[in-house]
């Protein structure tokens, strides 16, 4: 309420609540640090934009991470479309992994974007009744998909340490 009627001290301790947390889950879904900082910037740039229309039917913190996965998947279509000439893809930044596991992140990036998202929210401790709520699905559908997606991580993970992919 009180980052919705422009109180910046409201709106600060928002950003000091769940910045770390919404700085997480882009940087486990983006994987630079300079894209996982815009979209935190991005989150609360929106938070504070339509704070006064949260409705208060779902925690605060499973609005914000709606608005930052919403960035994040916006961020990676757009730099999808980004097609550089050969002769410049040196200029690319290279890609940081958070620290963590190689044959995780590369089990990871085999996963489709959707499943990714699943795990990744779990990751976060996000519970089944909020990740069916951020991904417009039902708590059950979540169970199911979410048991595939772990068992499909596993399969990855395996088969790169069996040399098999």
Not at 66 to 93: G, H, Q, T, W
Not at 149 to 156: G, H, I, N, P, V
Request: charged residues 30%; contains cysteine.
């Amino acid at each position: 309420e009180r980052a919705g009627s422009s109180d910046p001290a409201g709106l600060e301790a928002l950003y000091r609540r769940h910045a770390p947390q919404v700085y997480g889950l882009a940087l486990r879904s983006l994987r630079r640090t300079d894209a996982a900082e815009d979209v935190v910037q991005e989150t609360f740039l929106q938070v504070h934009r339509h704070a006064g229309s949260f409705r208060g039917e779902s925690k605060v913190r499973t609005w914000m991470c709606s608005i930052a996965l919403n960035a994040c998947r916006m961020r990676l279509r757009a730099d999808k479309r980004k097609v550089l000439p050969l002769e410049r893809a040196d200029d690319l930044p290279a890609p940081e992994a958070p620290q963590s596991s190689g044959a995780l992140l590369a089990a990871l990036d085999d996963l489709d974007e959707a499943t990714r998202e699943l795990v990744l929210l779990s990751a976060q401790g996000h519970s089944y009744e909020a990740m069916a709520e951020l991904l417009a699905i039902s708590p059950d559908q979540v169970r199911g998909r979410l048991y595939r997606a772990r068992k499909q991580l596993l399969d990855r993970i395996r088969e790169r340490e069996h040399g098999r992919v």
